[in-house]
Each structure stands twice: as structure tokens, then as C-alpha cells.
């Protein structure tokens, strides 16, 4: 396996990991967004997306999980 190969399936990895992310924000699902995000950071423009899109699901809870979640 070259680098190249282990780049690509760590960029893979975390696309899935965002997506699944996504899913349980709009699935309202506290716990599954804390255990995504543990030991994770957020940039800022993908972290303001994240905190919308829990608003329009209408959790306040995982607005704040997400909140407290350091950025990159």
C-alpha cells in the first residue's frame, strides 16, 4: 500500500464519519453525535454547518455538543 492509497482511505474514513455525523444530528441522536465527536476537531466553516443543521432539527442539546467541540 503506497501513501497515496493510505491518504485516500483515511479522506474516505472521514467523509463517511462526517456523513454518518450528519445523519444522526438529523436523526436527533445525542449520544451517537458525542461518540462522532470525541477527540475530534471541527473547522470553523464546517462546524457553523453542523450547528445549523442541529438547529433545524430542533435539538438544543446537540447545538451544544457540537458548540463545545474544539476547532482546527
Same mark, same amino acid.
Given at each position: 500500500?503506497?501513501?497515496?492509497? #493510505?491518504? /485516500?482511505? *483515511?479522506? $474516505?474514513? #472521514? @467523509? *463517511? *464519519?462526517?456523513?454518518?455525523? /450528519?445523519?444522526? &444530528? !438529523?436523526?436527533? $441522536?445525542?449520544?451517537?453525535?458525542? !461518540?462522532? @465527536?470525541?477527540?475530534?476537531?471541527? $473547522?470553523? +466553516?464546517? /462546524?457553523?454547518? @453542523? %450547528? $445549523? +443543521? !442541529?438547529?433545524?432539527?430542533?435539538? #438544543?442539546? %446537540?447545538?451544544?455538543? &457540537?458548540?463545545?467541540?474544539?476547532? #482546527?
Amino acid at each position: 500500500m503506497t501513501a497515496n492509497d #493510505s491518504a /485516500k482511505k *483515511n479522506e $474516505d474514513r #472521514s @467523509l *463517511n *464519519n462526517h456523513a454518518a455525523l /450528519k445523519t444522526s &444530528i !438529523a436523526n436527533g $441522536d445525542v449520544e451517537e453525535v458525542k !461518540a462522532r @465527536l470525541e477527540g475530534h476537531t471541527l $473547522d470553523k +466553516l464546517e /462546524k457553523g454547518y @453542523l %450547528i $445549523d +443543521l !442541529a438547529r433545524l432539527s430542533g435539538n #438544543s442539546e %446537540i447545538v451544544e455538543v &457540537i458548540n463545545f467541540t474544539p476547532e #482546527s
